[in-house]
């Protein structure tokens, strides 16, 4: 178990922050660690399968490859996975599930090429032992994933389980919460380092139920992510319960206290309360400061410079609340309506102009020296804020194509005409 191919899936735009993240918690350089289309590869060590998944922030699992063969036909499929030695996996007494995904695949029928490769596994038992592993398909106690191009077939057995940005913690949230993997992403791209040697506190004012600002606070005092969860590699065959005693006391001697600050507040009290629970079932509730207020008005929470990273509500409707939508009620104006967590005012995605502009008002006059990181899918919000990116990062939320625009806050008034964006290309900073 020394010498495995490892696959580890992220969002689009994540692969070269998940590749120094394995850097970082493998060791593994060269062709031992390459970066692909939607993950990043790797040759390790079972261990380094295990340490992964307790502490990866950023990739969605920890996949062990087991065949990668071309293929014409479902048959060929039967025959891949006849040929994988599924018994040194898992035993007849465990339940197994098979996913598969396609990409440009020739074949008609996903379903039942899925049934073939479940075929295949539970005959290569029967014929080993005369005995086959039952299928469960809501709770199995492992994952067999099997990826289709145009015409090769890769065979994967998974170690996680549940997808990694359940860390364990999160049982208060919203109608839109935020991944786990998603906002530990935002924040590799911005840079933000609390273990450097001059951290910057961190702050966001739109925190809803608390999952940026609580995985800062976990990388803030060295937590492992899934300290607080199992995983699927647990009750499969190779599993060692002394060596991942060890692992798990090691990353626990690593925590430390936090050395920088961590802010987050939201217009609904409510969200508040959730991020607050959150962070306390996280380990964090000493190292993270909530509070609520409207994020038109929310004064610095420190002196000095700092980093806000945000991802404001989007999708159909995106949360203009507080003064913004309270002024444009008054006015009488049918774009906004009342949303639907307790009173908090929302405005269509198109007419979220006011409320842009208005933060990037406040921020000018009152946030200056600070770095403003946001992901939206809105390639506008720029000139909805009347500011100059300084960067913009591709990243993905689901199947949503987004930016993470930063802005430096430079104090002065804002532009009363902003230019157009421009393209997926870093942009001086201008107030």
Not at 22 to 30: K, M
């Amino acid at each position: 178990m020394n010498q495995l191919q490892l696959f580890m899936p992220c969002a689009a735009g994540v692969e070269g922050f998940l590749a120094d993240e394995v850097h970082r918690i493998t060791g593994l350089t060269g062709q031992d660690l390459l970066t692909g289309r939607g993950g990043v590869l790797a040759r390790a060590s079972w261990r380094d399968a295990m340490k992964l998944n307790l502490h990866s922030r950023l990739t969605q699992r920890v996949l062990v490859q087991l065949s990668h063969t071309p293929y014409r036909s479902e048959r060929d499929l039967y025959e891949a996975a006849s040929q994988v030695a599924w018994e040194i996996w898992f035993t007849t007494k465990q339940s197994f599930k098979v996913e598969i995904t396609a990409q440009h695949s020739p074949l008609t029928s996903l379903n039942f090429a899925a049934l073939k490769v479940k075929d295949a596994i539970a005959d290569r038992f029967r014929h080993k032992t005369g005995v086959r592993p039952d299928v469960n398909t809501q709770w199995p106690d492992v994952r067999i994933y099997v990826h289709l191009t145009t015409d090769t077939a890769t065979l994967y057995i998974d170690t996680s389980g549940e997808p990694l940005f359940k860390r364990g913690w999160r049982e208060d949230k919203g109608d839109a919460p935020l991944k786990e993997t998603l906002a530990a992403a935002m924040i590799a791209a911005s840079g933000w380092d609390p273990l450097g040697d001059q951290p910057l506190p961190l702050y966001d004012p739109c925190c809803g139920s608390g999952t940026i600002a609580i995985e800062a606070a976990q990388m803030a005092c060295n937590m492992a992510a899934g300290a607080q969860r199992r995983f699927a590699f647990e009750k499969l065959l190779p599993f060692q319960g002394h060596v991942w005693d060890v692992l798990l006391q090691q990353a626990q001697a690593e925590e430390r206290a936090p050395t920088v600050p961590i802010f987050g507040s939201d217009v609904a009290f409510r969200m508040v309360d959730f991020a607050q629970r959150n962070a306390e079932r996280a380990g964090v509730a000493h190292a993270v400061q909530l509070r609520g207020g409207d994020a038109l008005q929310r004064m610095p929470p420190c002196d000095g410079s700092g980093v806000m990273l945000l991802n404001p509500p989007y999708g159909e409707r995106i949360e203009a609340a507080g003064v913004a939508g309270r002024r444009a009620q008054d006015r009488g104006d049918t774009s906004l309506e009342r949303g639907p967590r307790q009173g908090r005012e929302t405005a269509q995605t198109e007419d979220g102009g006011e409320f842009f502009s208005q933060l990037a008002s406040h921020w000018k006059k009152n946030y200056a020296g600070w770095q403003a990181w946001m992901l939206t899918p809105d390639l506008k919000l720029p000139s909805l804020m009347r500011l100059k990116e300084s960067r913009r990062v591709p990243m993905w939320n689901g199947p949503i194509e987004c930016r993470l625009f930063r802005f430096d806050m430079v104090q002065g008034r804002v532009r009363d005409k902003a230019p157009v964006a421009a393209g997926d290309k870093p942009a001086s900073a201008q107030g």
